[in-house]
């Protein structure tokens, strides 16, 4: 077998093998097998990365700057991305088997985080109190956390990392990127134009390896001030209690298992497409994915019957040819994750109308895929309804009237997302006030934006990502007060 290329981490402006000096592999998941080796980071990697991180935030060429001038260099950070789309989305499909026509979309939009808050860097703005005291003067700046550490999963790494990348910048913190052990790649080359957008270094800092190995050391290091996580509910969860011995912020964007209803009066034309790309997309390894697509029971049978007709229309197979829309999954685990939830799903009496199993499809060779996979007869309590699946699977659960369809949407630990589908003004209106999620979409699906807030309810997370308001999640208050009394009174004496 030829040589595997070998992918080093960034620290401090420099390419760096990890301390231990291991290596591991990193897959394609078109072919099943390994195409390049990348550093192992571990807590000595993650010290030195930290420890620069902190150097930067210090440093007159990052402190020095102004916040109009750190929007500059945001700004050239975005052209410079969509110079490269290309380059880096053919190595995102390499090495993640995200579809080529997904990604070069993804990274001609990825810019706009970076063009949104770098404009946005300057415009944050204090207040000057009408304070209540007399002869005092007292008002309130917006300051930087310092070292931010921001993990990053394997889905969309990208487009998530400048979620939290242009943000953190924007408010003056220096950064340090752990990417997913699946997916390093695309990050790695992506950092190579932090430095000729001429963001000093130090400032951006990537630790390749492990959750547990390179990852922890990140969220229990004293010297960082905030996590920005986005993963799975367990590692989440694990992430905000360990981070929360030196008391970090940490805002966590989670799983979903978010419902995507069909009301009687819906356009059916738009919910089969609104449905289909709720849970096809990227594989259906998408936290807002449409896992539980809830149908009226007036129209169930039709709705299906159209559905399934159109789910059968997917062409799978190489992810580098623009033709294909359901690509492999990304990681080996989640592929027998996957594959296990369709014999759950089946043991629980769930009835298969479309796929279930691997697919043997000749196009898709030796690669990690499963065929489109409908379930009817989906009851809310199954563990298919419960459970992020976080593939190509769909689970259709019926309902009777508005009520029922609140009940069931709600009655699982996720709020990250719903999709409503109706032509009824009362229903648009009505029903989103009534369901659990930091996202309802009616009549679209999917719906995302540097301007629009983005997060969870419930167990799917903490905070909010995108949209002004981001932006507070990587700054601190400072309330500073000056008195203009021309004599200090006495202490002793109460007044
Ligand atoms: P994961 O939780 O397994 O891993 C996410 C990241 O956390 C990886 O970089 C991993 O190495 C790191 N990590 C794991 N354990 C750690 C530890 N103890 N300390 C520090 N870091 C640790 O998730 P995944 O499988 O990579 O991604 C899929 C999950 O991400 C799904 O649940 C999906 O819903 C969720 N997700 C959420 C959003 C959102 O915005 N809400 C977006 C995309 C994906
Ligand atoms: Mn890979």
């Not at 809830?294 to 299906?304: G, S």
């Not at 029922?404 to 719903?418: F, M, Q, R, S």
């Not at 905070?463 to 007060?481: H, L, N, P």
């Amino acid at each position: 077998m030829a040589k595997l290329e070998k992918l080093k981490m960034y620290i401090g402006g420099k390419w760096c093998d990890a301390a231990s000096g291991e290596w591991f592999e990193t897959f394609n998941p078109f072919t099943g097998k390994p195409w390049a080796l990348v550093a192992r980071g571990g807590a000595e990697d993650a010290n030195r990365a930290v420890a620069a991180a902190k150097t930067a935030f210090h440093s007159p060429e990052w402190r020095g700057l102004t916040a109009t001038q750190r929007g500059h260099l945001l700004r050239k950070l975005g052209d410079l991305i969509a110079d490269n789309a290309q380059h880096l989305a053919e190595i995102e499909v390499k090495d993640n088997g995200k579809l080529i026509a997904e990604m070069a979309l993804q990274l001609k939009y990825a810019p706009q985080w970076y063009y949104y808050y770098g404009g946005l860097a300057d415009k944050i703005e204090g207040k000057v109190l009408p304070i209540d005291k007399a002869q005092h003067f007292a008002y309130t700046v917006h300051e930087p956390l310092g070292v931010v550490v921001a993990i990053i999963p394997w889905n969309s790494p990208l487009l998530l990392t400048a979620w939290k990348l242009a943000p953190a910048l924007a408010a003056g913190n220096t950064v340090v990127i752990k990417p997913s052990e699946f997916t390093p790649a695309s990050t790695l080359e992506f950092v190579k134009l932090i430095e000729k957008a001429g963001i000093p270094k130090g400032v951006v800092n990537v630790v390749t390896g492990f959750g547990a190995e390179a990852g922890e050391p990140l969220v229990t290091h004293p010297d960082v001030a905030k996590v920005a996580f986005t993963g799975g509910v367990k590692s989440g969860t694990h992430v905000y209690q360990k981070a929360a011995a030196t008391l970090k912020k940490v805002s966590l964007e989670l799983g979903g298992k978010s419902p995507n209803i069909v009301f009687d009066d819906a356009d059916i034309d738009n919910a089969v497409k609104g449905a289909i790309s709720g849970i096809f997309a990227a594989t259906g390894q998408t936290c807002i994915a449409g896992s539980r697509l809830l149908v009226q029971k007036r129209i169930h049978n039709r709705f299906v019957d159209r559905l399934v007709e159109f789910a059968k229309t997917a062409k799978m197979g190489n992810p580098m040819s623009m033709e294909t829309q359901v690509g492999p999954v990304t990681t080996m685990p989640q592929y027998k994750k996957i594959l296990g939830y369709l014999d759950v799903a089946k043991g629980e009496g769930a009835k298969c109308v479309l796929g279930g199993a691997k697919a043997t499809r000749p196009e898709c060779g030796s690669g990690w895929f499963v065929e489109p996979t409908i379930f009817t007869g989906v009851d809310n309590a199954m563990r298919i309804a419960q459970e992020e699946v976080f593939g190509p699977v769909l689970s259709v659960i019926p309902f009777k009237d508005d009520d029922e369809a609140i009940e069931i949407a709600n009655d699982v630990l996720y709020g990250l997302a719903a999709g409503v589908w109706t032509t009824s003004i009362r229903r648009a209106i009505e029903i989103p006030k009534r369901l659990q999620a930091g996202t309802v979409w009616v009549n679209t699906y999917r719906a995302v934006s540097y301007m629009a807030p983005f997060g969870g309810y419930k167990r799917s997370g903490l905070g909010r990502e995108s949209g002004q308001d981001a932006i507070q999640e990587y700054m601190q208050t400072k309330t500073v007060w000056v008195s203009t009394a021309t004599e200090v009174p006495n202490p002793f004496v109460m007044r």
